[in-house]
C-alpha cells in the first residue's frame, strides 16, 4: 500500500501563482479558460499539488526555439478552439442554435 507524505499539502491559488512565477490572477484566468494545471475543489476552496503544477510547466519544456517540446502552456485567454464548456458543432449545424426545453 504506497505510504501517505505527511509534508505533502495542496497549494491554495496565491501559494501556486508564487510556485509556478505567475500572478494569482494570471493563474485564476488560467482555472477559468481551461488552460491551466489541474486543480482541485476541496469544499469552496480551490487547490493544486505541487507535482501537478510540476506537470503543467514541464509541458513548456523546449531546448531551443525551434524544439517543438512535450506539449503546449496556452497564454491566459480564451482559446476559440477549446472553450470549456462549449460542444463542438456538427456540420450543417449553427452555432447559434439554441436549446430545446
Do not use: C, N
Not at 509556478?20 to 489541474?38: D, F, I, M, N, Q
Amino acid at each position: 500500500m504506497p505510504t501517505i507524505d505527511p509534508m505533502a499539502r495542496f497549494l491554495r491559488t496565491p501559494e501556486a501563482a508564487r510556485f509556478l512565477g505567475l500572478s494569482a490572477r494570471t493563474l485564476e484566468k488560467h482555472r477559468v479558460y481551461g488552460t491551466g494545471p489541474t486543480y482541485r475543489k476541496l469544499g469552496g476552496r480551490v487547490v493544486y499539488a505541487p507535482e501537478d503544477l510540476q506537470a503543467w510547466a514541464e509541458r513548456g519544456t523546449r531546448a531551443s526555439t525551434s524544439d517543438p517540446g512535450k506539449g503546449i502552456v496556452y497564454p491566459a485567454k480564451r482559446r476559440e478552439d477549446a472553450q470549456p464548456g462549449s460542444r463542438p458543432s456538427t456540420p450543417g449545424q449553427s452555432s447559434s442554435t439554441s436549446r430545446q426545453r
